[in-house]
């Protein structure tokens, strides 16, 4: 288990800590949620760096850490579902691209024909990202204690209006296409060429 390996682990390890946290109705307790989030995520920006400057990487961590962060980013997805902030149909469609595209991601690997993620997939999962965080950010807004009523009643508002589903939407949209179009580009050379030899 190389350090790469044991931050995806504890990224694995700290996705329910992080939903059993925000899932509570104290205020501190959330904002000991969103922590952990970004530590998870912060583990995830690092295990990359320190597996290519240190020659680290694996098999093992090319299954794990694409794993990791579809499991973080869709429990947070489907985390704010059950809040009532986001609708299931798009974080469905969201995670079943992520799903697929790790699968596929994981055979190429596999059969030693990896394929570099695009640009368009990197928007991607920083724009997941982001609109992750806004909503976490959101949460902790809407708490009286930490900024008063005035502020707490305004983002109440904002997240019971349909400005989130639209910005879910854009979400939804980007991530799909960017798997549209991974699979166009990639099925021939990686997967395709695969099944020809057998």
Sequence with gaps: MTIPNQLTMLRIVLVPVFVALLLQDEPYVKLLGVFVFVVASLTDAYDGYHAR?????????????????????????????????????????????????????????????????????????????????????????????????????AVNGFLVSDYLDYMMLVVTIFTVYTGISYLTSNWRASFQSSSDEH
């Design 53 to 153: 400057k240190y020659g680290e990487t694996t098999r093992l961590g090319a299954f794990l850490d694409p794993l990791a962060d579809k499991l973080l980013i869709t429990a947070a997805f489907l985390l704010y579902v059950r809040m009532g902030y986001l609708v299931l149909w798009m974080v469905i469609l969201v995670a079943v691209r992520d799903v697929v595209i790790t699968a596929l991601r994981i055979y190429a690997e596999m059969k030693d024909r990896p394929v570099v993620t695009s640009k368009e997939a990197k928007y991607k999962t920083l724009m997941q990202n982001v609109f992750a965080y806004i909503i976490m950010a959101l949460l902790l807004l809407r708490e009286p204690v930490f900024f008063g009523s005035s502020i707490a009643s």
